[in-house]
């Protein structure tokens, strides 16, 4: 970085960028003689995290890139040309900088000292007024893009578990179709096998009885691999005895429903030796296609149900005045979301929700935001295995929430802090510090508060909101 002589050119520069033209000439001349003129060459920093700023940086030509490092991560916020201006700002509260600022190619710049700003005031209001909307203007693009990025963040994490949560269903649903398509393929050659079979309608209905309670009893069998195995050795070998080929394909279908020696016992002394082989083949394949069915019927129930996890989620279709809104409706469709999250960690949930819990009025969708941020870092803050509790409950006209981890905690020197936009514990690319400043922000738009408290092995987040009346 080398400074410069300064050129009558500088003026004019100064007058051709937005920022500057309403000055009159007499205060932008009097900025240019109060400042340095300087050339950064490519590669070198403006500036760097930690560095203390105390100048105030107009870019008179060239360019140079903004870089974000955290946690041995770095991050590319954007690239800025002649005309912006960086640094400190009248009014600005900015001490040190937290980003990377490194030309591009040669930079010029002029750098007015900040102990100048009281005597700007006096030199022209105008002057001052332009640089404090360039502050207000540059606060608010950062925060709608950090904004913007915490969101793309959480949609894309969002996104990714919703496939992994739709993947199952569907590929269950697949795998079972195909199957349920070679087990109807195959049924011809034993369908004729039964149609052959010469036994009464009396005994069809016995037989029926035995499958229709064992395909009703299958809900709730519960066998060990133990039972299991016993189970399947004793129905094979007891097809075996009978001249029953492939029993094995048999013996595990049977098994799956519960089916035991003794039903087999009691379905051949009703038909007999005749037609026990087409019997078993029948049972063996209408209980088949009973599992496939089911199966295909739970899959897509899985389905439809995370779709109207993700329609109660984002709260589709829905004004946007406040309304009644049902805090556990919000919190069980928020979890579904979030299910693959406990999984990937082995995560415990505890739900102790009150009974008859009072409305609060609210934006749903908004809400639910809270529960995502608040949710989503309980459960990066504890190890595999850990547990998550969520309480809620009555408190005279309020209705309180409260959601705890069993985590490391936050430090005791950085909880006042944990609200502030843009502080964050995470490694790059994992948040922006963005997530409890929103909570607050929307509880507090919600009339209601926010308390945390938080050592090794327990946090809490409670939260309190008016009942509505």
Known sequence: M??????????????SFDT??????????????????????AGEKLFYPGQSVDRMQVILQGRYVVRWEQKGETRELGVWEAGYITGVLPFSRMKEARAIGQALEPTYTLELHKEHFVEMVNVSYELTQALVAVMSDRVRDFTTMQFQNEKLMALGKLSAGLAHELNNPASAMVRNAEE?????????????SVITMRITP?????????????????????????????????????????GIENGEDIAETFVDFGVTEGDLDTIHDIVGDGPIGPIMWWLESTLSLENLVSEIQEASNRISKLVKSIKDYSHMDRGVAMEAV??????????????????????????NLAPELPNVKGFA???????TNLIVNAIDAMAPGGELSVHT????????????????????????RIFEPFFTTKAMGEGTGMGLDIVRKIVNRHKGEIDVESRPGKTTFSLCFPGDK
């Open 180 to 192: 349920l398509y070679k087990k109807v393929h195959a049924s011809p050659e034993k369908f004729k």
């Open 393 to 416: 409950y009555p408190d005279r006209e309020y209705v309180r929430v409260d959601i705890t981890d069993n985590g490391s905690g936050i430090p005791e020197d950085i909880q006042t």
């Open 202 to 242: 009396e005994q069809t209905d016995q037989v029926n009885s035995i499958l229709f309670s064992r395909i009703e009893q299958a809900k709730n069998l519960d066998l060990s691999l133990l039972e299991r195995e016993e189970r399947m050795d004793d129905i094979a070998d007891w097809l075996e005895d009978h």
């Open 20 to 41: 500057f033209q309403d000055i009159s000439p007499e205060a932008l001349q009097w900025m240019i003689d109060q400042s340095d003129y300087k050339l950064y060459e």
């Open 326 to 351: 049902d805090i556990h409706e919000g919190l069980r469709s928020t979890l579904t979301m979030l299910k693959h999250k406990f999984k990937s960690k082995n995560i415990q949930l505890v739900k």
């Open 2 to 15: 080398k400074t410069l002589p300064k050129t009558p050119e500088l003026l004019s520069t100064l007058q």
């Open 365 to 371: 969708g908004e809400l639910n935001q809270v529960w």
